[in-house]
């Protein structure tokens, strides 16, 4: 099992003094990997629903201030030396796919190996309308295109792509990833599609987990696993080379559920046991969403997970 965690792209920690410390300290503790999220833009009036909550929270402040995913992982790649810098997840619609490929070979290049690219198709109706990208509805099929000229351009010494929405040819793309073939891709989402295009596009499958919204309980994951396995069976893939890199909130003790205890919450022993549990269905990553307002906060969690939670399994 391996450890993330995220580290904030909007409100008062994301700015450069936080994030230098948050993410040397995450580096420190040994967790394998930081994490970013994606939004270039807030509505100031939504008519979309924010997948992960039961009622209408979304996740950013009244401001609807965000840090560029992308920029930012750069910049956290400048002040870590070892840490994997994982978008989770990169909207993959929102960005020419030319343009993303090479803003992706050049933070793997320059972080020496380090990125984790974590994608999904998107949510936010109005942020693909603000920016202009192939339509809303058809944002699957596109993110599929897009995945596969990225390991086009990555890959091939003439990279050639003739699809609906990308068409490439007559290019030199350098220089490639560091990461052979190309850095990992790890495919959010909670739908049966995105776990075929798991299977099909990427090296993991990212849910999100024990938030009331999308709970994935270990008897939903274990029947979302097994179509993962049946699906790459049936396309002729081995099971084995898709792993399960799940999200999921850290909550603070006193948080329950209605039902009892939520996942991830309580004391380190009953934490370190809902890893064990989750391990043992397949899950291959677990990151923690430790954000807070407060840098001090943020610093306590990361220590406390590492050496109070994590020492345990």
């Not at 450890?3 to 003094?17: D, K, N």
């Not at 995913?69 to 994982?86: M, S, Y």
């Not at 994951?221 to 396309?235: P, Q």
């Amino acid at each position: 099992m391996k450890f993330g965690f995220y580290i904030p792209s909007h409100g008062p920690m994301a700015r450069r003094g936080p994030l230098i410390e948050i993410a040397q300290a995450g580096e420190d503790q040994r967790y394998d990997s930081v994490v970013v999220g994606d939004h270039i833009m807030a509505p100031q009036v939504m008519r979309s629903a924010y997948p992960y909550s039961v009622g209408s929270e979304v996740p950013w402040d009244e401001s609807g201030e965000h840090l560029e995913q992308l920029t930012e992982l750069t910049f956290l790649a400048a002040v870590t030396n070892r840490i994997r810098l994982v978008s989770s997840v990169m909207i993959v619609p929102y960005r020419n796919p030319l343009l993303a490929a090479k803003i992706l070979a050049t933070l793997d290049v320059l972080s020496e190996g380090r990125l984790i690219v974590g994608v999904g198709v998107g949510w936010l109706e109005e942020e693909f309308e603000a920016l202009d990208t192939p339509p809303f509805a058809d944002r699957g099929a596109v993110t599929d295109e897009y995945l596969e000229a990225f390991k086009e351009l990555w890959t091939s010494d003439d990279p050639t792509y003739d699809g609906q929405y990308v068409k490439l040819s007559n290019l030199e793309f350098t220089p490639k990833p560091v990461q052979k073939p190309h850095p990992p891709i790890w495919v959010g989402g909670q739908s049966k599609p995105a776990i075929r295009r798991a299977v099909e596009h990427g090296n993991a499958w990212h849910p999100v987990g024990a938030t009331p919204a999308t709970p994935l309980e270990p008897e939903k994951l274990v029947s979302d696993i097994a179509y993962l396995r049946g699906h790459a069976e049936r396309i002729g893939r081995d099971p084995s080379e898709v792993g399960i890199a799940m999200k999921a909130p850290l909550y603070d003790a006193e948080r329950s559920s209605e039902g009892g205890r939520r996942r991830f919450s309580g004391e380190p022993q009953q934490i370190a046991q809902d890893i064990r549990t989750y391990a043992e269905l397949g899950v291959t990553d677990l990151i923690f969403d430790v954000r807070s307002s407060d840098l001090s906060r943020i610093l306590e969690r990361l220590a406390w997970l590492s050496e109070e939670v994590i020492a345990l399994v």
